[in-house]
C-alpha cells in the first residue's frame, strides 16, 4: 500500500531563515505529487504540483519542490520564509492504478517568528 | 465559479443526533471526496463518488452514510452522532485532468457533546 511519510511534525524558524520540508512516499509506480498549503482558518489549497516534465516544480509564494525519483522524495523548500507562511503543509501522493487517490502525509506545522 | 461550497461551516450536536453536511461543487468534476481533518492525522478519507451514481468506502467509513444526488452535489450524513466524530470534515472534488487535482472547500467544524 501507498504511504506518505513527512518528517517533522513541528517547525519552528525566523522570518528570512531558508525552509525546506522533508517528503517521502512509497509507491514503486508513476505518482502525482502534491503540496497543499493550510492557513489558520482556512482550507486547503494547492501550493504545487507534479506530474511530469521538470522535477523542479515552482509553485505559489515562491516555494518550489523538487521530484528525486531514486530517494522516493518531493521535498518542499523556499530560500527565505516570511511570517505569513505560518501554517500547515501537507505532502501528498496520487497513482493511476489507485483510481488517483491522495495518500496523505501527516502534515508539518510551520511557524514563523517575526 | 464558486468552486467548491459545504454547509455549515459550523455545527454542535448532542450525541446520538443526526444531520447531513452538503458539498456542491461548480467545476463540473465527476469525482467528490469527504474527508475528516483531525490533529497530528492529517486528511482521513470517509467515502468518495468517482463519478453520478457510484459512492465507495475510503479509509474511515464508519458512522457515515453518503449520497450523491447529482453531478453537482454529495452529501455526508451522521445518522447517530458520536464525540469521536469531533472534527472538520472537508469535501473535496476532482476532474480528468492529467494529474486529478482535488479542490477543496472551507470545511465544517463539528463538536459532538
Known amino acids: 500500500a501507498q504511504s506518505v511519510s513527512q518528517h517533522n511534525h513541528h517547525v519552528i524558524l525566523s522570518e528570512a531563515a531558508s525552509l525546506e520540508l522533508g517528503c517521502n512516499y512509497s509507491y514503486g509506480g508513476t505518482v502525482n505529487l502534491f503540496w497543499y498549503v493550510q492557513y489558520p482558518g482556512q482550507h486547503l489549497q494547492l501550493l504545487l504540483k507534479?506530474?511530469?516534465?521538470d522535477p523542479l516544480v515552482k509553485g505559489i509564494k515562491g516555494f518550489e519542490a523538487e521530484f528525486i525519483k531514486s530517494k522516493f522524495s518531493f521535498n518542499l523548500r523556499k530560500p527565505s520564509v516570511q511570517w505569513s507562511d505560518t501554517a500547515e503543509y501537507f505532502c501528498?501522493?496520487?497513482?493511476?492504478?489507485?483510481?488517483?487517490?491522495?495518500?496523505w502525509g501527516a502534515g508539518t506545522k510551520l511557524i514563523i517568528k517575526p | 465559479n464558486a468552486g467548491v461550497t459545504q454547509t455549515p461551516k459550523f455545527q454542535v450536536l448532542k450525541t446520538g443526533q443526526s444531520m447531513t453536511l452538503q458539498c456542491a461543487q461548480d467545476m463540473n468534476h465527476n469525482s467528490m471526496y469527504w474527508y475528516r481533518q483531525d490533529p497530528g492525522m492529517g486528511l482521513r478519507l470517509i467515502y468518495y463518488s468517482a463519478s453520478e451514481g457510484t459512492t465507495d468506502k475510503g479509509e474511515v467509513p464508519n458512522g457515515y452514510n453518503v449520497s450523491r444526488l447529482n453531478k453537482r452535489e454529495f452529501s455526508l450524513r451522521l445518522e447517530s452522532a458520536a464525540p469521536s466524530q469531533t472534527s472538520v470534515y472537508f469535501c473535496a472534488s476532482s476532474g480528468t485532468e492529467v494529474s486529478y487535482e482535488q479542490y477543496f472547500g472551507p470545511g465544517t467544524r463539528l463538536t459532538v457533546t
Open positions: 507534479y506530474f511530469s516534465g
Open positions: 501528498a501522493v496520487n497513482a493511476q492504478d489507485s483510481n488517483y487517490q491522495l495518500i
